[in-house]
């Protein structure tokens, strides 16, 4: 079974750049989370959605964050406008309910120059 | 707010060795416990989860524990390999989200 895929890999961009990292989640699952991992804070969670509404978006950082999910198998992480402080690794990760096993996408590295 | 603590940060050890891994955690009012693998440039692989009525799961040679009245998880690995060298992470849920400690990098010498 294909795992959770997400797109792209690597980022590169500049500054200001609009910045969209898209998720396709485990078929089946109805719990969706994206996770940020920097080396200085780790793994942090910035919002997670059951059923396609999000639940709760408390560690979005800033408005320049915004997630959608029109469908159970499609999401998006949107960042506009790009800075650099924004350069992490971004996960995307499913599991089957919101308190069961989660399963991670291998992350889109993305780098704001 | 949950906070969850790995010691040690870094671990190497003989091909053979057994590895224990300690994650530490504040609130005891979990739903479960996952331990997760993460190799370099990777993304997180699942490794066991414990529900929070469980004191502890296996799978191969790998084992974790659970004491949730003193807020404690151990992962043992057995015979460790070379192949058994990545960065391991301890993740506690409550209220669905899931909080991750900062990993225990562990190298295992041929």
């Known amino acids: 079974d294909a795992g959770v895929i997400q797109s792209p890999r690597h980022e590169v961009t500049e500054m200001g750049q609009e910045v969209t990292l898209r998720c396709k989640p485990i078929s089946g699952h109805n719990s969706l989370f994206w996770y940020r991992q920097t080396m200085m804070r780790g793994l942090e969670l910035l919002i997670y959605?059951?059923?396609?509404?999000?639940?709760?978006d408390s560690g979005m950082p800033e408005d320049r964050f915004s997630a959608k999910m029109p469908n159970a198998s499609f999401s998006t992480l949107k960042i506009q406008p790009s800075e650099p402080r924004d350069s992490a690794v971004y996960f995307c990760a499913s599991s089957p309910r919101l308190t069961g096993e989660l399963f991670f996408g291998e992350g889109s590295r993305l780098t704001v120059l | 707010k949950q906070e969850v603590t790995q010691i040690p940060a870094a671990l190497s050890v003989p091909e053979g060795e057994n590895l224990v891994l300690n994650c530490s955690f504040t609130d005891s009012a979990i739903y479960n416990l996952q331990w997760f693998r993460q190799d370099p440039g990777k993304g997180l692989t699942s490794l066991l989860l414990?529900?929070?009525?469980?004191r502890e799961q296996t799978s191969g040679r790998l084992n974790a524990s659970l004491d949730k009245s003193s807020g404690r998880s151990t992962l043992y690995i057995a015979a460790s390999q070379p192949g058994d060298s990545a960065t391991y992470l301890c993740?506690?849920?409550?209220?669905?989200?899931?909080?991750f400690g900062a990993g225990t990098t562990v190298t295992v010498r041929a």
């Open positions: 959605f059951n059923n396609n509404v999000p639940i709760d």
């Open positions: 993740a506690v849920r409550d209220d669905y989200k899931l909080s």
């Open positions: 414990i529900q929070s009525s469980q």
